[in-house]
C-alpha cells in the first residue's frame, strides 16, 4: 500500500535514554516533515525536509536531530530524553513544500512515553 | 503572530442531531483546510477551503470559508457515531508552515 509508514508504533522508555523513530514514504514526495503531538491534542510542526534538506527547524531542543538519508525516509533520533517528550510524534509528507490543496499525508503515528 | 482557535473544544451529542464547529482567527489565511482524527491515527485531509465565502460539501459535512478568509466552519447535519473523531483546522502561515487549531473532540452516541 502506498503510504506513510513509522516505526515504532508505541515507544517507552526511561529518562535520559536515546532513541529513535523511523520514517518512509513512498508516494514520491518531494517533502517530509514531523509533527509533535502533546497530551491536549495540539499538534505542531518541529521539522521539514525538502529533497533530504533542512526547510523548517521550529524551536524544538537541540537533543531532537532529524535525519534523511533519501527523499523516502526522514528519522527523529532524540536524545537525554525528558519526561516532557512524551507525546506523539507523527511524519508526514507532500509533493511539495507548501502542500497546498491537498495537505500533506499523515503516518500513524509513534507514542512516545518517558518514564 | 498567526494563531487558529477552535470551538468547542469537546462536544458530546446524540446520533442525529446537527452540530458546528468553529474555527477563528485574527489573520488572514489564503486557505483552511480540515482534518479529521480517529484514534491511534494520524489527521486525515478533509477538505481545502480557498475563496472567500466558499462553501464545500461532503455528504453530511458542509464546510464554509469566511468572505474575509479569517475564520472557517464546518456543520455535521444528522451526526451518525461513526463521525466520531478529532476535528482540526489548519491553515498556512506566512512562514509557509501548517499551524493547527487546536481541536475539537467529537463524540457521537448511538
Known amino acids: 500500500d502506498t503510504a506513510v509508514s513509522q516505526t515504532p508504533k508505541y515507544l517507552v522508555t526511561q529518562m535520559g535514554n536515546d532513541k529513535s523513530i523511523k520514517c518512509e514514504q513512498n508516494l514520491g514526495h518531494d517533502t517530509m516533515y514531523w509533527y509533535k503531538q502533546d497530551s491536549k491534542k495540539f499538534l505542531k510542526i518541529m521539522f521539514s525536509?525538502?529533497?533530504?534538506?533542512?526547510?523548517i527547524n521550529e524551536t524544538v531542543p537541540n537533543r531532537f536531530s532529524p535525519k534523511s538519508p533519501d527523499k523516502a525516509h526522514l528519522n527523529l533520533h532524540i536524545n537525554s530524553l525528558e519526561l516532557g517528550d512524551s507525546a506523539v510524534y507523527f511524519c508526514?509528507?507532500?509533493?511539495?513544500?507548501?502542500?497546498?490543496?491537498?495537505?500533506?499525508?499523515f503516518g500513524p503515528g509513534t507514542r512516545l512515553t518517558v518514564l | 503572530t498567526q494563531l487558529l482557535e477552535q470551538s468547542p473544544q469537546f462536544l458530546s451529542i446524540q446520533e442525529g442531531e446537527n452540530l458546528t464547529v468553529y474555527c477563528n482567527s485574527s489573520s488572514v489565511f489564503s486557505s483552511l483546510q480540515w482534518y479529521r482524527q480517529e484514534p491511534g491515527e494520524g489527521p486525515v485531509l478533509l477538505v481545502t477551503?480557498?475563496?472567500?465565502?466558499e462553501v464545500k460539501k461532503l455528504k453530511r459535512l458542509t464546510f464554509q470559508f469566511g468572505d474575509a478568509r479569517k475564520d472557517s466552519s464546518l456543520h455535521i447535519t444528522a451526526a451518525q457515531p461513526g463521525d466520531t473523531g478529532l476535528y482540526l483546522c489548519a491553515g498556512y502561515n506566512q512562514g509557509g508552515k501548517l499551524i493547527f487549531g487546536q481541536g475539537t473532540e467529537l463524540s457521537v452516541k448511538p
Open positions: 477551503v480557498v475563496t472567500g465565502g
Open positions: 525536509y525538502n529533497n533530504k534538506e533542512l526547510i
Open positions: 508526514a509528507s507532500s509533493q511539495e513544500l507548501l502542500a497546498g490543496l491537498s495537505g500533506p499525508f
